[in-house]
């Protein structure tokens, strides 16, 4: 039978939250589960194969990161659109048909993505689409974030990037645009792909008929060394992919000359050496890195 989507997941040492994630995936026979299984240790795939045996598991030897994970599970996929979407999240009204039909409404349209809202009482808003970059300080805002919901971001609308906690993502667009840039590992891949969408001339959209509910940052914790390496890291190397001319330059500056020193300072104040050098073994790693 022809596989319409197919829901991609990775699992690094995550067992109860994969788990909790597939309960809330009603079985249909159109729909494929695919978890990529990063290297976790205690036999992690086999537990998830055994407790669900409609799930394909493909268990990965060594760590391949968010990119490479990912990766792994769209080579196997038959579906016509892939749903890529983090362990750490649930659904409670499964309707990720509104995405199908929002991509389905464009030959424009590549990328899809759901309202996200925390997982965790009172359930506020992540993600309702974002805000442009700026191009020399490298943030943005996504739109709603920590507000209540009460209806006001229930309209669809185009945004510059994907949350890469949930996207859907059409199967040619891949095709014609390539895999996630996997030299990131782990962090603002999934902006670096939008852009490549983007560039291909094809539109990223937000829909609210579709609502999946984010437990966020399980794997590495919020204040983690693993965190603050690749965040440093990945920003400097978002824009030496992307950026060109002064606006690269500028970018540079403002990085390393004010945010780096500015965040070793803060956590060495803090008593968080680890930290500290976190920042610096990022900004170092990003000038040796492979960035094809």
């Not at 030299?183 to 983007?198: I, P």
């Amino acid at each position: 039978m022809k596989i319409d989507v197919s829901i991609i997941t990775i699992n690094y040492n995550g067992l109860k939250d994969t788990c909790e994630l597939i309960e809330t995936i009603p079985s249909n026979d159109n729909l494929e589960v695919i978890v990529v299984d990063n290297a976790s240790q205690n036999q992690e795939a086999d537990i998830i194969s055994q407790k669900f045996p409609h799930v394909k598991v493909i268990r990965s030897d060594k760590n391949l990161g968010f990119a490479g994970g990912n990766n792994l599970g769209i080579k196997a996929a038959q579906g016509r659109y892939l749903f890529l979407v983090n362990n750490d999240t649930i659904f409670k009204d499964f309707n990720i048909q509104s995405l199908i039909n929002r991509a389905e409404s464009s030959d424009k349209i590549g990328v899809v993505c759901p309202k996200i809202r925390f997982a965790w009482k009172p359930q506020p808003i992540q993600f309702a689409g974002y805000t442009e970059l700026s191009m020399i300080t490298i943030r943005n805002r996504a739109i709603g974030f920590g507000e209540e919901d009460h209806g006001q971001y229930n309209t669809a609308h185009s945004t510059p990037y994907a949350h890469g906690a949930a996207m859907l993502i059409k199967r040619e667009a891949i095709e014609k645009v390539g895999l996630m840039p996997e030299c990131y590992f782990l962090y603002y891949e999934e902006l670096d792909w939008s852009m490549m969408f983007t560039r291909a001339d094809y539109q990223i959209w937000y829909e609210p008929k579709c609502t999946i509910y984010h437990k966020e940052s399980q794997a590495t914790g919020q204040n983690s060394p693993l965190r603050t390496y690749y965040i440093t890291r990945n920003r400097l190397l978002l824009v030496r992919r992307n950026w060109d001319g002064l606006s690269k330059y500028l970018s540079y500056c403002y990085l390393t000359g004010l945010v780096a020193p500015r965040d070793i300072l803060k956590f060495t104040f803090q008593g968080r050496i680890d930290l500290a050098k976190a920042v610096i073994k990022g900004i170092c790693h990003c000038h040796s890195s492979i960035i094809n």
